[in-house]
């Protein structure tokens, strides 16, 4: 199905298809290079995002900045969603049946973004993704596909705030993920090449 960033942006932010609309402050609907390779998710907006209408601007957003330039990416080459675009309460998981009224909305930024590599921050991004008994702890840092495109899971920031012993091996999945885009864009020159 055919869809604009214009129309997807009228339906998120008209979007009531579950509670979740009732406390929000801003529709979260993402940020970054709509043209990018790399799509990485998170779960849902918390506080600060809420507030900013902006994905990962808080604490954890300041770690994935840190995250992105150790592998040299950022803001303008990649391109940031969630699983869900409205702030859950008290930054609780997001249900299940918010996931699923919410997932066509991403399925939409698929589409248009088109990315060869999707990053998926946290147990439930995974869940959502790749699929819903991902383990994180014995799953993240394996490569998936997908419909043509790589998936890999690592945690998410937020767990790596409060539990430091998590950095090495997502530093190792951050690796992974700039090796397979490297992997790719030479690929695609040596293909280009050959035409
Ligand atoms: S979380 Fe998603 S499905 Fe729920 S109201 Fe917000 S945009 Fe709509």
Redesign the pocket.
Known sequence: MEVSWEELEGR?FS???????KT?TN?VIGVGNRESDVLFVGE?PGYHEDMQGEPFVGAAGQLLDKMLAAINFDRKSIYIGNI???RPPNNRD?LPE?QK??ID?LRYQFLLIRPKIIVCLGRIAAQAIIKPDFRITKERGIWFEKKNCHIIATYHPSALLRDETKKRSTWEDMQAIRRKYDELKKNEMENEKNE
């Open positions: 998120c979007c009531n298809r579950c509670p979740l609309h929000r529709v849902g869900v675009k409205c997001p918010e009224a919410c909305h």
